[in-house]
Each structure stands twice: as C-alpha cells, then as structure tokens.
T-cell receptor, first 120, second 109 residues
C-alpha cells in the first residue's frame, strides 16, 4: 500500500525559506515520478512541481519558477521541495502526490499534506 | 493555457438521488481527464481517470463520461459519504503542466 508522509511545514516570514520532505513507502520509489500540489486555505488545487523518477527532469508552475526546487533521494525514498523567497500567496497545504506511471499522467496516491503559512 | 470550468459551483441533492457534475475544457483535452473527491480535512482521492475508467476500489455508482471539451461525473445513487468537493483535472498538455477545475461542492439537500 502506497504511503506518502509530508513534513517540514510551518510559519515563515515573507522572503524566507522552508524545505518540505515527503517520505514514501509501499511502492518502487525510484520507478515513478512525484509531484507537489498545493491548496490555499478554502481554495482549490494547484499543481506546483514534478520530478522525473530518476531526477533527470523537473517542471514547475510559472509562479514558483526560480524560487522552488524539487529533488528526490532514491536512497532514502524521500522527495523534497526547497522553497525560497516565499510570498504570502504561497500559503497553502502542500501535498506530495505520486505520478501514476509513464504515459499515464494522472495523479495517483496523495499524502495528507503539510501546511505552510507565510506571514509577517 | 487550458482552463477547466466546473459547474455548478454547488449542487444540492438528496441521498439516494442522482448527481451530475460537469467539467468543460477551453480546448480539447481528448480523454485525458481525471476526477477527484475531497472531503473536509482530507487529501483528494482519485475516482476516475481516462475520463471514464474507475480507479481501484471506487464504487460502481461513480461513472465518468465525455471527451474533447465536455465531461460529466455521475453518481447514480448518493450515499452520505459522497457529499464532498469534486475536482476535475486535465493532463492532456503534460508536460509541462496540469490544470484543475475550481471544484463542485456536493451538499446534502
């Protein structure tokens, strides 16, 4: 059974940094890509970033390009999201989400999320 | 960018009745559409992918249809646990991006 457990959320001032982690288990971590999807309080879902199964490719939504970096450590079965230059509008629950498979590009399993609050 | 528009924003239906939720794309996404259910305080759950294929463990009362720009999620006989927010997701232009609809809140009438 796939398990994704996020951590690292918290309160940070605008302009600050935070690193989120997602510990994965129950499947071949090195064989699938992973996404970060966020949800601002009371709002809808927004895709944020993706990393290919071997880390060779990454994609981000335009609003976080140059500020957020996604990485993964296949030896630790862990996904990361390094968030720099944080803005108030980055406040959200951040979900770690498994890519279903190669050529099957929907979101599969989701973690429970970690809350990031950017506030002065 | 592809814009996904869900309607209605809120749908009030009585238990046991049928619910029909719509999702429209601003351009064709072929059958590259998924539906997710989200209950308060929980992560979204995959219901449908490929516009009409139920995910593992999803009850048969959930069905998806459509292709191109018009999609429908139908819940044939609403159970109490079905009252939630439903999101559609297009993945036709992946990479580089995905687009969610804004969600339909299904509430008890």
């Amino acid at each position: 059974q796939v398990q994704l457990v996020e951590s690292g959320g918290g309160v940070v001032q605008p302009g600050g940094s935070l690193r989120l982690s997602c510990a994965a288990s129950g499947y071949s971590f090195s064989g699938q890509g992973l996404h970060w999807v966020r949800q601002a309080p009371g709002k809808g879902l927004e895709w944020v970033a993706f990393i290919h199964y071997d880390g060779s490719n990454q994609y981000q939504v335009d609003s976080v390009k140059g500020r957020f970096t996604v990485s993964k450590d296949n030896s630790k079965n862990t996904l990361y999201l390094q968030m720099n230059s944080l803005r108030v509008e980055d406040t959200a629950v951040y979900y770690c989400v498994k890519h279903f498979g190669t050529g099957q590009n929907w979101f599969d399993s989701w973690g429970q999320g970690t809350l990031v609050i950017v506030s002065s | 960018d592809i814009v996904m528009t869900q309607s209605p924003a809120t749908l009030s239906v009585s238990p046991g009745e049928r619910a029909t939720l719509s999702c429209r794309a601003s351009q064709s996404v072929n059958s590259n559409l998924a539906w997710y259910q989200q209950k308060p305080g929980q992560a979204p759950r995959l219901l449908i992918y490929g516009a009409s294929t139920r995910a593992t463990g999803v009850p048969a009362r959930f069905s998806g249809s459509g292709s191109g720009t018009e999609f429908t999620l139908t819940i044939s006989s609403l159970q109490s646990e079905d009252f939630a927010i439903y999101y559609c997701l297009q993945y036709n232009n992946w990479p580089p991006g995905y687009t969610f609809g804004q969600g339909t809140k299904l509430e008890i009438k």
